[in-house]
């Protein structure tokens, strides 16, 4: 247990000192996959919010916009690129030698990178869009938070781990990830929140895993009203989804390595 938690620190370590050597890659991470997306996002609803108005003010979408999406940048990984490109050359086959197992190894590499990634970028925005919004958060909504951040990170990571896992028997698994991502962020509720829907569309979105990837979290940080009783549900639903996911990535794994032949040095 020791030796596995020194050898996360050592990847938590790596990640941090990449960030802060890399200022570069802070910057353009920020301007690209955030600043520009909610400037978009601010002019859009601006226009829709005074043409056609519901249950949300400009100030309040925005509010949920900049932290939905700071939560999908946090819970989207893409791990399936990686094992595209181990399972098509002879680097998993390498891999596989080693004294740490492959899973163990990128498991911790994404993990630690994305802690590192939210403590030094998503984590101060969340707290200033808070502060400056005037959220009054409750210690039991923000315990609920991390744990639906944990869980909708687990989806996310399972997700693209059996995406990547069909490379065993995919020449391409592009299209795939595309529509994957394209379904994460329309569904989430990272581009819109789900609660402007009809409540019976809501409800069956609410048995997808979907939503407990950006939108629950969301409205736990904006909405003080937000059900309880939703957060409670969506976690035994959104549990049995991430064993359900696991246990498929597992089954792809297992019968991948049992065809995979390794070529090369």
């Not at 601006?46 to 916009?65: D, F, G, Q, T």
């Not at 994404?110 to 210690?139: C, K």
């Not at 028997?169 to 009809?198: C, K, M, Q």
Request: one cysteine or more.
């Amino acid at each position: 247990m020791m030796k596995s938690m020194r050898a996360f620190f050592g990847y938590f370590s790596y990640s941090i000192k990449k960030f802060l050597m890399y200022r570069v890659y802070l910057i353009s991470e920020v301007l690209s996959s955030l600043i520009l997306p909610i400037i978009l996002n601010f002019f859009l609803w601006k226009s829709l919010l005074e043409a056609n108005p519901i249950n949300y003010n400009l100030k309040e979408m925005m509010r949920y916009i900049i932290i939905s999406n700071v939560i999908l940048l946090f819970t989207q990984i893409h791990v399936e690129y990686d094992l595209e490109r181990d399972i098509k050359t002879y680097r998993l086959g390498q891999k596989l030698l080693l004294p740490v197992s492959y899973l163990t190894s990128i498991s911790y590499r994404y993990i630690s990178t994305s802690l590192a990634t939210f403590a030094i970028i998503y984590l101060p925005i969340i707290i200033a869009t808070s502060f400056f919004t005037g959220i009054d958060v409750q210690v039991i909504r923000i315990l609920y938070f991390v744990i639906t951040l944990i869980v909708g990170f687990l989806l996310n990571a399972m997700f693209s781990f059996i995406i990547g896992s069909l490379s065993f028997w995919l020449t391409e698994i592009w299209g795939i990830a595309a529509i994957r991502n394209l379904l994460t962020g329309l569904l989430s509720g990272a581009i819109f929140p789900l609660d402007i829907l009809p409540e019976k569309i809501e409800s069956i979105m609410l048995i997808t895993p979907f939503p407990y990837m950006t939108y629950v979290p969301s409205k736990l940080i904006c909405d003080p009203n937000f059900n309880i009783q939703i957060v409670n549900r969506g976690l035994i639903i959104s549990i049995f989804w991430v064993l359900g996911l696991s246990f498929i990535a597992f089954l792809l794994m297992k019968n991948g390595l049992k065809k995979y032949t390794s070529n090369g040095a």
